[in-house]
């Protein structure tokens, strides 16, 4: 019986020797040979100068970007994809950290902002005009429009929206700034029919239009929105004093006719 009992721990002791030795081999092996997991995706952004980038920003050109990509501590290192036309290059910091854009042409280029397998998207306009309302017939189009409230309809937005479109086209600047002033528009009718949607239109049309303003004194102050609210507003005061003027003559002929009977 004692016997038994001594072999039994010389056998317990052997297993556990043997199984802390294959425990220490296969952590050294693991060490050497199999690869750390990677750093967990993280959210990404960019900074420019303490600011962060919105998802689509406009500069001037020619001119040079430089931006910082911020990531959470422990996420994955950044990497950062240019899409400039056809090509796509990645970009690379310098020393201190920052990433440098140069558009010496008006364009539009794409950033892909990578940390793991987080993505996140940006869009940068290099306009070249000093200011869009420079652009010939630019004012002309925005009169053309507010030339006919409040009877304004979707055809007349889908028509001026394009014209807009092509114009700017022309002239390499985004289609976006059309989007922004359409909304403006928008926002001015609904305020004159007295829906409470206009707040959100007009808001719409600040988030767009806000990123325009290096180029457009629309955009940029409150000057050139007053100028267009002024024009939309009297536009539709004086198509107002159309439609009470036309009533006023319908009524005079109605009480003609009843007093001629």
């Not at 002309?140 to 979707?154: C, H, M």
Request: hydrophobic letters at 35%; glycine letters at 4%.
């Amino acid at each position: 019986m004692g016997y038994s009992k001594y072999t039994e721990d010389i056998v317990d002791r052997w297993v556990e020797d043997t199984r802390e030795r294959e425990a220490a081999f296969y952590r050294q092996w693991n060490r050497e040979h199999v690869p750390p997991p990677p750093p967990a995706p993280g959210d990404i952004y960019l900074q420019t100068a303490g600011k962060l980038l919105e998802d689509e920003e406009v500069f001037p050109a020619p001119s040079t970007f430089q931006f910082s990509a911020v990531v959470n501590r422990d996420a994955a290192p950044p990497e950062l994809t240019l899409r400039r036309k056809s090509q796509r290059l990645a970009l690379h910091q310098n020393a201190a950290g920052l990433y440098t854009i140069t558009g010496a042409n008006p364009e539009s280029v794409e950033i892909d902002a990578a940390s793991g397998a987080y993505h996140r998207a940006y869009v940068i306009h290099f306009v070249e005009i000093a200011q869009i309302e420079r652009i010939p017939g630019l004012l002309d189009e925005i009169k053309r429009l507010t030339s006919n409230p409040p009877g304004w309809t979707r055809e007349h937005f889908d028509d001026f929206r394009t014209r807009l479109r092509d114009l700017l086209q022309k002239n390499s600047v985004p289609e976006n700034f059309a989007h922004g002033l359409v909304e403006y528009f928008l926002a001015v009718q609904c305020e004159a029919n007295q829906d409470p949607a206009f707040e959100q239109r007009l808001e719409a049309a600040y988030v767009i239009m806000r990123k325009f303003a290096p180029v457009s004194d629309i955009a940029a102050g409150q000057r050139g929105r007053i100028a267009l609210r002024r024009a939309a507003w009297a536009a539709i005061e004086i198509k107002r004093g159309e439609r009470t003027f036309r009533h006023s003559q319908e009524v005079q002929r109605t009480r003609a006719c009843e007093r001629s009977r």
